[in-house]
């Protein structure tokens, strides 16, 4: 099992910047891409960014250029520092991970999030 704990939401005015932290632990063993995700109230969750063990990353169109997913191998832990604020970036942010086999196949029905982190931004 992994565990997954989101820190650093909060509430921040339009333009402003917050970083937030997803730190694992348990079997880490295996895990290689981690992801962030959000959901705002009454709507689907959504893809934010991705990144691998190797450093490569992806983003969500609407996050491009002003997010940025980091990672500390060391310490099991992936951030996302957030700039240029807007109101419509306020959703609750989720940690994602999965484990692979050396394979690169997914280890059986592991799917492992983070109890989430609000983010809320004021107009």
């Known amino acids: 099992q992994v565990q997954l704990v989101e820190s650093g939401g909060g509430l921040v005015q339009a333009g402003g910047s917050l970083r937030l932290s997803c730190a694992a632990s348990?079997?880490?063993?295996?895990?290689?891409?981690m992801d962030w995700y959000r959901q705002a109230h009454g709507k689907q969750r959504e893809f934010v960014a991705t990144i691998t063990n190797g450093g490569g990353t992806m983003y969500a169109s609407s996050v491009k250029g002003r997010f940025a997913i980091s990672r500390d191998n060391a310490k099991n832990t992936v951030y996302l520092q957030m700039n240029s604020l807007k109101p419509e970036d306020t959703a609750t942010y989720y940690c994602h991970t999965y484990r692979t086999l050396p394979s690169g196949m997914r280890w059986g029905n592991d799917d492992y999030w983070g109890q989430g982190t609000q983010v809320t931004v004021s107009s």
């Open positions: 348990g079997s880490i063993v295996g895990i290689n891409t």
